[in-house]
């Protein structure tokens, strides 16, 4: 193997007869030919009478082959244990369930507020006949639905954990049998979490800000600004997204986007592929919207009173808007 390996590199013929028989006389397989610890060695083992250059290429040829190798090896199994991992998402049970569920929430409200229906096969209404206190109101409908929604939550709530918990664990070990894969994932630098922002500094005289005297709710200001800030760049954002997808799933290799062989020496893995067989995809949500944003921030801004989340950035008030 080791010779027809050298033989495939298409090394020059009358220096590639002598490279062959000096490893069939060495006996070297790949495990000794992985093994040689540098250009100097493997000069010697080829051919000694070659330019001490070509001992150093052809040492780097070697090395960067047995980490692709060692990949190959650690890469077995990836599919299953992908398709695996994907099995554990779904639960059938719970989603059967949640499904009966919710077409229970749709029957009691139709229900509800179908009851005084003039003949079962017929939607017309007959308002005349119920009087002001008979009517739906928001108590009553909160009684009616009550206990299935509170089951509809119970069982989320239970996959939620599950899928945090088990779920995850299964998801990472198909990424963590790469071992070679995953150390390089370990070794991204990531923030220091001591006097770091994820937010985007904010000027004191900027929309929603307390003390801009701008309105009586300066944090829907602040969220109406932002929205429509995510609106004017959505475009831009969505063909940035775009274009670097197209460029991870078209490039050769890593170093064809530019990344240093150094950082990233192993190749594209293609047994791990999404739906249609692309190395990556994506999808857009919608923008969300104040009036969504608006109860998360309610609920941010009572974490910054109590402490747990910073009410400034870089020394300049944040609103719970920008959480």
């Not at 020059?12 to 070297?28: C, E």
């Not at 790949?30 to 100097?40: G, Q, R, S």
């Not at 910073?310 to 719970?320: D, F, I, T």
């Amino acid at each position: 193997d080791v010779v027809e390996y050298f033989e495939k590199l298409g090394v020059r013929s009358d220096r590639s007869k002598t490279i062959k028989q000096n490893l069939q006389n060495s006996n070297t397989n790949a495990t000794a030919l992985f093994n040689i610890p540098d250009a100097k060695s493997m000069g010697k083992l080829l051919d000694p009478l070659m330019h001490e250059d070509w001992g150093e290429i052809f040492q780097n040829i070697v090395q960067t082959h047995a980490i692709i190798q060692k990949d190959r090896m650690q890469s077995k199994g990836a599919v299953q244990r992908a398709a695996e991992a994907i099995k554990n998402m779904d639960n059938s049970s719970i989603r059967r369930k949640l499904f009966k569920l919710q077409q229970d929430v749709f029957l009691q409200y139709s229900k509800a507020i179908c009851s005084d229906l003039t003949s079962p096969l017929s939607w017309e209404y007959s308002f005349s006949s119920l009087t002001q206190s008979e009517r739906l109101d928001v108590n009553t409908t909160n009684n009616i639905l009550r206990k299935t929604v509170q089951d509809i939550i119970t069982l989320a709530q239970g996959e939620e954990e599950r899928l945090g918990n088990e779920v995850t664990t299964v998801c990472l070990q198909k990424y963590q049998a790469l071992e070679d894969r995953w150390a390089y994932v370990e070794k991204l630098p990531s923030p220091k979490k001591e006097n770091s922002c994820t937010q985007q500094p904010i000027l004191s005289n900027s929309i929603g800000i307390e003390g801009t005297n701008r309105g009586s709710n300066l944090v829907e200001e602040r969220l109406t600004h932002l929205v429509s800030t995510a609106k004017a760049l959505s475009a831009f954002f969505r063909q940035q997204i775009a274009l670097l997808t197209d460029l991870l799933n078209k490039a050769q290799n890593p170093q064809a986007m530019g990344l240093d062989f150094n950082d990233f020496p192993l190749p594209f893995n293609e047994s791990l592929l999404v739906n249609g067989g692309k190395r990556a995809n994506y999808t857009f949500g919608p923008i969300k919207q104040v009036e969504r944003a608006l109860k998360k921030a309610e609920e941010y801004k009572k974490e910054m009173d109590e402490g747990k989340k910073s009410s400034e950035c870089n020394k300049l008030p944040v609103s719970p808007a920008e959480y």
